[in-house]
């Protein structure tokens, strides 16, 4: 399996823009599909954006389009996502995950994952 390692979340202001990353390490990171998901306390986690091995294919929950961007660099081994006009609803750790088959948006649908990131967005 693929060993994942999210970084950059923090205190912003509503209004205001963070970027997440998340470093792979162990295999070879375009054999997967990646993904953010995000989890709030006593909420299920739920998908926030998906991208496909080589990046042409990305997909993003509703409540996230149009603010937020997932990217990757297979040079690198990394997967990023920029989120843009954040929300305090937009609070939650946030979760770095790699799929290796399909193109599935279920946690289950995804093998590996991170540590997670705290977001905390303030009004």
């Known amino acids: 399996q693929v060993q994942l390692a999210e970084s950059g979340g923090r205190l912003v202001q509503a209004g205001g823009s963070l970027r997440l990353s998340c470093s792979a390490s162990g295999r070879t990171f375009s054999n997967y599909g990646m993904g953010w998901f995000r989890q709030a306390p006593g909420k299920e986690r739920e998908f926030v954006a998906a991208?496909?091995?080589?990046?042409?294919?990305?997909e993003y929950a509703d409540s996230v389009k149009g603010r937020f961007t997932i990217s990757r660099d297979n040079a690198k081994n990394t997967v990023d996502l920029q989120m843009n006009s954040l929300k305090p609803e937009d609070t939650s750790v946030y979760y770095c995950?790699?799929?290796?088959?399909?193109?599935?948006?279920?946690?289950?649908?995804?093998?590996?994952w991170g540590q997670g990131t705290q977001v905390t967005v303030s009004s």
């Open positions: 991208i496909s091995r080589f990046g042409g294919v990305t």
């Open positions: 995950a790699a799929r290796l088959l399909g193109d599935g948006r279920r946690p289950a649908d995804f093998g590996s």
